[in-house]
DNA sequence: GCCAACGTTGGC
DNA sequence: GCCAACGTTGGC
């Protein structure tokens, strides 16, 4: 299997570009949603890219790109019952969440907002522009090299 | 702040 | 297993 591409989205407010580079490696956890855990769990491979998209933001935007330097592991904030992504489904037998970690690679001299996105056509079949629900989405490699020579 | 799109839950 | 109702996300 090759590398693979992915956008991870983040609220600034929540979790920043900045607070990746201060902790050199995050566990990308929380995620509580079928189609992202399924990727999180079986596809995203220690290796692989990932842009780095700011939601809720003003204005959303890719800020930088990230590594995966773990693969898909149980997301162990679903077993404490103080952690707001609590899930008493999920047991330590039958993990239901999965995370990976990531470390950042780049941050972009320019940030490319969902409006720069929207208005190339190469970029429109984008799940980022189709179904901007979804947290954990891949990204084909045209596109990635498509954002990050803008971006870098 | 509004609301469309989407995902999940739960009654049947 | 279907689907209505509800809750959440996230762009605008």
Redesign the pocket.
Known sequence: MGKKYWLF?S?PGAYSYPDLEKDEVAEWDGV????ARNYLRSDIKVGDGVLF?Y???KP?RIVGTALVVRDGYPDFTAWDPKSDHYDPKSTQENPIWYMVDIKPLTRFQKEIT??EI?NIPDLHDMI?V??????VQPVTATEWEIITSLGN
């Not at 509580?32 to 189609?35: F, G, I, W």
């Not at 189709?130 to 947290?135: A, H, K, M, P």
């Open positions: 989205k609220e509580r949603n079928y189609t998209y939601s809720n933001a959303q969902l409006q929207k980022l189709n179904n901007s629900r979804l947290s």
